[in-house]
């Protein structure tokens, strides 16, 4: 848990950042806008993909489930 622990602290710090640049980039051209959304939808759907994907891997969909539900509603 340790492990996983410190792997959300750094994902969680470099998203961050990622939000950062990308208002300073929205900040310098408000014409970035569609590609600043682009990149995140195209990195977001890889991510739930690859999710769903390890979740029939490891037959766990109901964990995947509760990751979804916990993205979407924050509960």
Do not use: C, P
Not at 17 to 28: C, H, L, N, R
Not at 58 to 66: C, G, R, T
């Amino acid at each position: 848990m340790e492990e996983m622990r410190k792997r959300f602290e750094e994902a969680s710090k470099i998203l961050r950042q990622t939000v950062d640049i990308s208002f300073a980039e929205y900040a310098k051209d408000k014409s970035t806008k569609n590609e600043i959304v682009k990149l995140w939808q195209e990195t977001i759907n890889d991510f739930l993909q690859y999710a769903v994907k390890m979740s029939e891997k490891h037959q766990a969909k109901d964990l995947y489930k509760s990751i979804a539900r916990t993205l979407i509603f924050g509960k």
